[in-house]
């Protein structure tokens, strides 16, 4: 990265605290205008801001209640690695509440200039549609 650059673990905090705000603009600001997502549960990536905008609105629009846990984190010079639990509440066909989780990793990379060019979010789909159907 350029001197002017924040190193990746900077970007990394600033990267968490920003998301759990659930402020899709200050979190979309943190990518590059080319960024990618990639969340692997058989759709295809989006590229780009307002790609990006509208696929956090819409994943936290349906997870009204959405939170993390960080298990552990790998940071390198450009890039990390996240492996972290998804929590949520979701409400059943009987009206009771009932708490989810599941795990998820993602790998980010950081163009020159410290922003996302690319976030991969990889979930452990056979736990999170049990945790689902659970609930």
Request: charged letters at 20%.
């Amino acid at each position: 990265m350029p001197p002017t650059a924040p190193p990746a673990h900077d970007v990394f905090d600033t990267y968490v605290s920003t998301f759990a705000t659930r402020d899709v603009d200050a979190i979309v600001a943190l990518h590059a205008p080319a960024t990618q997502f990639w969340l692997h549960n058989g759709e295809q990536p989006v590229h780009g801001r307002p790609a990006l905008r509208d696929t956090f609105a819409a994943m936290f629009a349906q997870w009204p209640e959405m939170g993390f846990d960080i298990h552990r984190t790998i940071i390198g010079d450009r890039h990390w690695v996240l492996d972290w639990a998804l929590t949520a509440v979701l409400t059943g066909p009987d009206g009771n509440r009932r708490p989810i989780r599941f795990d998820c990793l993602d790998v980010v990379t950081l163009d020159e200039n410290g922003l996302v060019e690319r976030k991969d979010t990889f979930i452990d789909l056979p736990q999170a549609q049990a945790a689902v159907t659970a609930a």
